[in-house]
């Protein structure tokens, strides 16, 4: 196999701008990295880190930069277009944060100019890469539950978390910026059977009363294509010092022949330390009692990292370097991970349901 020599560009050197530049400073394939962010002391100190070999505070400086072949966006949900748009015009492919823009303008607009640079896009929802799930979407490629007629997803995660989120970007809720996670796997796992409708309710006070327009719960029914009805949920609103660092989440699939049920709630691995155990998405935030394996992303241990995110970012490179197939999300499915979102916000905002237009013609 054929193996191609990688100069990766790092858009954005926030938490996980510094795990996508940290594997890739890894990975066997990579032979330049440079790294930008708003924050030129920001993208200095995580070039330092990575021994990159390119830093700069101006993002198109490394998009255009001539040895980078390929590029990472992290920026915040909020700024994902320009770069993106950016670097598919000058035939560079693309691996996105999830959700693939913040609203649906951004992403047609992004979508329009892969069209017209016939580009490589993809979006980085990591959960697709967890061991857990990619087991199971193995049990769906086999038909194992038969057909699918119902099911079942929910996300909790603390306050503390979740005003982190908000103060980056108040625009990126809970539905549109972590439930996108689950829609992404219930439209993974019923693949060729669209969500057509959608009614949500919310409950909200905790992020309102702090200036937000967030809601604390959110649970959402939605009907796919053949009739399969599936509730989703979410609720950042957990106690500040709850112990879990990232996610717990359960997912449930009811078929015809059939049931799945994946606990990832992590209660199986607990560490208590008077010491205090650092949070991986809140700085300066510790909690005495953690669920070990609830970083979202993953974490490090014996000096690489391991979980989702990992995974996901060493399969795009082994992807660009040697054409090997992934499941990453395609920007087309991405797209209906945030219609799907912003519909269940918009059920909750006006106490309808909600039809997603053509969708069973995708």
Not at 189 to 215: H, M, T, W
Not at 272 to 290: E, F, K, Q, T
Request: glycine content about 8%; charged content about 20%; aromatic content about 8%.
């Amino acid at each position: 196999m054929n193996h191609k020599r990688l100069g990766i560009g790092v858009i954005g050197s926030g938490r996980i701008g510094t795990l996508r530049a940290r594997l890739s400073a890894l990975h066997p394939a990579v032979n330049f990295l440079a790294i930008s962010d708003a924050d030129p002391a920001r993208a200095q100190a995580l070039a330092e880190t990575t021994k990159a070999d390119f830093h700069s505070g101006d993002n198109d400086a490394v998009i255009s930069h001539p040895d980078v072949t390929a590029v990472f966006v992290s920026t915040p949900e909020n700024e994902h277009m320009k770069p993106i748009v950016a670097a598919l015009k000058l035939g560079k492919p693309v691996l996105v944060e999830k959700p693939i823009a913040l609203s649906h303008d951004d992403a047609q607009t992004i979508l329009q100019t892969l069209k017209e640079t016939n580009g490589t896009l993809r979006v980085g929802y990591s959960r697709r890469f967890k061991d857990c799930f990619l087991r199971a979407k193995e049990q769906m490629k086999h038909e194992r539950l038969g057909r699918v007629i119902g099911g079942t997803a929910r996300v909790y995660n603390s306050r503390a978390q979740a005003f982190s989120i908000l103060k980056r970007d108040p625009h990126a809720t809970p539905v549109v910026d972590v439930l996108t996670y689950y829609v992404d796997l219930m439209c993974w796992f019923l693949e060729g059977n669209p969500p057509v409708e959608v009614v949500a309710r919310a409950q909200s006070g905790i992020f309102k009363e702090a200036g937000y327009s967030a809601d604390d719960v959110t649970w959402a029914i939605v009907t796919f294509a053949d009739g399969a009805v599936v509730n989703l949920g979410v609720s950042y609103a957990l106690p500040a010092k709850y112990p879990t660092l990232g996610q717990m989440d359960r997912v449930e699939l009811l078929g015809a022949e059939g049931t799945m049920i994946i606990d990832d709630d992590h209660m199986d691995h607990i560490l208590y330390s008077d010491r205090g155990i650092p949070h991986a998405y809140v700085p300066d935030h510790a909690v005495n009692m953690a669920f070990l394996g609830s970083n979202t992303a993953g974490d490090w241990a014996v000096g690489n990292f391991w979980g989702p995110l990992g995974n996901e970012t060493r399969a795009w490179l082994d992807y660009l370097s040697t054409g090997v197939a992934s499941v990453h999300t395609t920007p087309e499915q991405a797209l209906v991970n945030l219609e799907t979102t912003l519909a269940i916000e918009e059920s909750v905002r006006t106490g309808n349901a909600v039809r997603l237009a053509n969708r069973a013609k995708r």
